[in-house]
């Protein structure tokens, strides 16, 4: 494997390499499960040293209460599915594995910005049409600034700890988020409707572990997001903010129609 030379000298891997997201990883199932689950799973047969590992608070599914690390995991998709079978991959090893909350951001000025997640698109969306639709609003989701998540890994790598650890700034209804955008477009029209389906995505997530035991803080805002969004909208850093290209599930969706249309015919 092209990872093996490398894996020789390394002392430390930040394993950052998945498919991301509900929708993206149904796209092609067998490629998640070999990307998110099997390559993990090589990671770890592999590799000695000290791994990072970032997962996602998906993995605890809809449940009542604030949820620790010791909370039952219950994931309802394919994507926190298959996190939760790497991180069994890993619970033996000299590994730190973070549950990472819903992010938003701008993590630099050149990384690819994602604008399928939640705050980031309605920012985008309250700038490009002036309103904002809710469905339902009661909704809770962890959120996490980019540059918080970056700043921990880079922490980890010299802290003595194993296991897993929760990372998140707060958890936010979902109205409660639209009203905070509209602090930032106070000319904005916020409309809170019925929910069409049941959400699954609403749960509540404590990071008290990791601030105790990693003196994890988070030094961004959810406001610091939504200013970051708002200067690249206002300054036309992005101009299309509805392409592909910065939705995960978009952008990967067309990579396999192309791959697809590519092929030769089979005789």
């Keep these: 494997d092209e990872l093996l030379p490398n894996l020789a000298w390394a002392t430390h891997v930040i394993w950052l390499a998945a498919i991301v997201g509900d929708g993206a990883c149904t796209l092609d199932p067998q490629l998640t499960v070999h990307v998110n689950e099997e390559r993990v799973a090589w990671l770890v047969e592999h590799f000695d040293g000290r791994i990072i590992f970032t997962s ?114 707060q958890n936010t209804r979902m109205i409660d988020l639209a009203y905070q955008i509209r602090n930032h477009y106070p000319d904005i029209e916020v409309e809170k409707t019925e929910m069409p389906f049941e959400d699954t995505r609403n749960y509540r997530v404590s990071a008290e572990k990791a601030k105790a035991a990693l003196g994890f803080r988070c030094a961004h805002s959810i406001d610091d997001g939504i200013e970051e969004l708002k200067h690249l909208m206002e300054t036309r850093k992005i101009k299309e903010w509805s392409s592909a290209r910065y939705s995960n599930h978009q952008f990967l969706k067309a990579l396999l129609e192309k791959q697809t249309t590519l092929q030769p015919a089979r005789l």
């Design 56 to 169: 996602t608070c998906s993995v605890y599914g809809a449940q009542p209460g604030e949820l620790t690390e010791e909370s039952p995991l219950k994931p309802l998709s394919l994507y926190a599915g298959t996190k939760r079978k790497a991180e069994s991959f890993l619970a033996e090893k000299n590994a730190m594995t973070f549950r990472l909350g819903t992010l938003f951001g701008v993590g630099d000025l050149f990384s690819r910005i994602r604008m399928d997640l939640v705050v980031n698109y309605m920012t985008a969306h309250a700038h490009a049409h002036g309103k904002l639709r809710v469905f339902g609003g009661d909704q809770f989701r962890p959120l996490l600034h980019v540059k918080d998540v970056a700043r921990a890994i880079v922490d980890a790598l010299d802290q003595p700890q194993a296991g897993v650890f929760n990372l998140v700034k």
